[in-house]
């Protein structure tokens, strides 16, 4: 039975995320250090003594959770079968299979949330959780709402995420009310993620990205375009480009992930929301989490 390793993105952080492993293991301490002279700035002491409202700052939350699964990952000296990741976990993801070192990812997730807040302020938006209806039926009443509306996160079964325009989304909720949506709730997010209104943000990381070395991961990774194992450092690379503007396809992964053998999940970082997710994909497997030691 092969055994994955899953990475989460914004949205899980809390305070104190991480304070264990910086205070129980100098390799942990090392890195955390490390990340503070990358970033230029304390991040650590954000993540170990910050409010929620702290780690809400753009700057903050996407390298906190990426430091906190990427040295959990570390520490436990991990050997996954297959990784993947959420949206920033992505990153993660990539980090832990050695296809980017610990640097470079730190260095683009810092300027992907750079790149994300500009977009936001420029480009406003939102994000919507539609629950209880069939995935076709929410694609359909997007194309057929006027403006910029997607389909954003497939996250489980019954759970897809969809982003856009503001007025776009509330016309969007509306019918899909309608159509007989259990609920359709307004995300408290700043843009709208995964949706072609991220296109400035994603030029911008594409230049970063075409400066660093992408390697040979250990394992497949099964990315959030495409849903598919990938071992290719170019096709991995192009993804992650991809990666600002396409959906998450996570219900997608997680079904490919089981279908190629993967008995066994651990999510590292914080929070818990992956493992909830693959289980309502399939019950029968197994999904644990880990944000401590």
């Not at 910029?148 to 503001?166: E, F, M």
């Not at 040979?216 to 099964?222: E, G, L």
């Not at 997680?254 to 993967?262: E, K, P, R, T, Y």
Request: charged share 20%; aromatic share 6%; with cysteine.
């Amino acid at each position: 039975m092969k055994h994955a390793y899953v990475f989460p993105g914004q949205g899980s952080q809390y305070p104190g995320m991480g304070k264990d492993l910086y205070e129980n293991n100098a390799e942990a301490k090392a890195l955390f250090e490390q990340a503070n002279d990358i970033l230029g700035f304390r991040i650590t002491e954000i993540m170990f003594e910050g409010s929620a409202e702290d780690l809400k700052q753009t700057k903050v939350t996407q390298p906190a959770v990426f430091l906190h699964s990427v040295i959990l990952a570390k520490v436990f000296g991990i050997k996954p079968d297959a990784v993947a990741g959420h949206s920033l976990g992505e990153f993660s993801a990539l980090v832990a299979a050695g296809a980017l070192s610990f640097e470079d990812g730190l260095r683009l997730v810092a300027k992907r949330a750079m790149a994300m807040q500009k977009c936001c302020e420029s480009q406003p938006g939102g994000m919507a959780a539609i629950l209880a209806l069939a995935d076709e039926v929410v694609e359909k009443v997007c194309d057929e709402t006027e403006g910029v509306v997607v389909a954003a996160n497939y996250n489980c079964p019954g759970q897809l995420v969809i982003s856009g325009a503001n007025e776009a989304i509330d016309a969007a909720c509306v019918k899909l009310k309608e159509a007989g949506a259990k609920r359709a709730l307004r995300l408290p997010v700043g843009g709208a993620f995964h949706s072609p209104l991220m296109e400035a943000a994603r030029a911008e990381l594409e230049q970063a990205i075409a400066e660093v070395e992408f390697h040979t991961p250990v394992c497949p990774v099964y990315q959030n375009v495409d849903a598919q194992p990938q071992t290719d450092p170019e096709i991995i690379k192009q993804n992650i480009i991809a990666q600002l503007t396409a959906p998450v396809r996570w219900t997608q992964i997680a079904q490919n992930m089981i279908a190629d053998g993967v008995g066994e999940f651990t999510e590292l970082g914080p929070g818990a929301v992956l493992q909830g997710l693959i289980k309502k994909v399939n019950a029968d497997v197994v999904a644990e989490s880990k944000s401590a030691m």
